[in-house]
């Protein structure tokens, strides 16, 4: 059952097993159990998101090549083994 607490946040039970509650609690640090599991599942959510994003785009203009997946990381992350112009240089 759902418990409405102030500031937008509830609370619910949620079962895992014992190994993954152990990992969680070893790595989770300040931010605690409720805060590793609700950066978790925000992380999931965007993951579900990304993919209907990309299905669409797939779905009016084809698969995505592997090029234009390392462009999108290079772009989202960086790739320092690329050779990039200089910022005034067009």
Same mark, same amino acid.
């Given at each position: 059952?759902?418990?409405?607490?102030? !500031?937008?946040?509830?609370?619910?039970? &949620?079962? @895992?097993?014992?190994?993954?509650?152990?990992?969680?609690?070893?790595?989770? !640090? %300040?931010?605690?159990?409720? !805060?590793? &599991?609700?950066?978790?599942?925000?992380?999931?959510?965007?993951?579900?998101? @990304?993919?209907?994003?990309?299905?669409?785009?797939?779905?009016?203009?084809?698969?995505?090549?592997?090029?234009?997946?390392?462009?999108?990381?290079?772009? @989202?992350?960086?790739?320092?083994?690329? &050779?990039? %112009?200089?910022?005034?240089?067009?």
């Amino acid at each position: 059952m759902d418990a409405t607490r102030p !500031g937008k946040t509830r609370t619910t039970s &949620v079962s @895992l097993s014992a190994e993954a509650l152990d990992r969680i609690r070893a790595v989770a !640090g %300040p931010r605690g159990v409720s !805060g590793f &599991v609700q950066e978790a599942v925000e992380h999931e959510l965007a993951m579900i998101d @990304l993919d209907e994003i990309v299905s669409d785009y797939e779905s009016r203009h084809g698969v995505i090549s592997d090029a234009e997946v390392e462009a999108a990381r290079s772009e @989202l992350f960086g790739n320092p083994d690329a &050779v990039r %112009p200089p910022a005034d240089a067009a």
